[in-house]
């Protein structure tokens, strides 16, 4: 089995600034795209941002230029890095990534729980 834990969540007024962490654990033989997405109340998951393996990044337009995603393969855990927030960045932020658990095996894709940001005065 494969885990996706997540923190870094938390309360924080416009303007400022958090880091997630995801790492993922279990029967990992190889770990391809990681990515964060959000879910707003009443709204979609939507894509955040995704880095690939090689580091290879893009960002959804809303975030780009205050969001910054990477990635530790030899932890297999990727970060966020989320500054000048704002009050409609509100939302559970998943994490997400494409894992294989053998050799010869096919990627899955696995989720974290989620971990709520609010952004508020």
């Known amino acids: 089995q494969v885990q996706l834990v997540e923190s870094g969540g938390g309360l924080v007024q416009p303007g400022g600034s958090l880091r997630l962490s995801c790492a993922a654990s279990?029967?990992?033989?190889?770990?391809?795209?990681m990515g964060w997405y959000c879910q707003a109340p009443g709204k979609q998951r939507e894509s955040v941002a995704q880095v690939s393996r090689d580091g290879s990044t893009n960002y959804a337009d809303s975030v780009k230029g205050r969001f910054t995603i990477s990635r530790d393969n030899a932890k297999n855990t990727v970060y966020l890095e989320m500054n000048s927030l704002k009050p409609e960045d509100t939302a559970v932020y998943y994490c997400n990534a494409a894992v294989r658990m053998g050799p010869f095996g096919r990627y899955l894709s696995y989720w974290g729980q989620g971990t709520q940001v609010t952004v508020s005065s």
């Open positions: 279990g029967s990992i033989n190889d770990v391809n795209t």
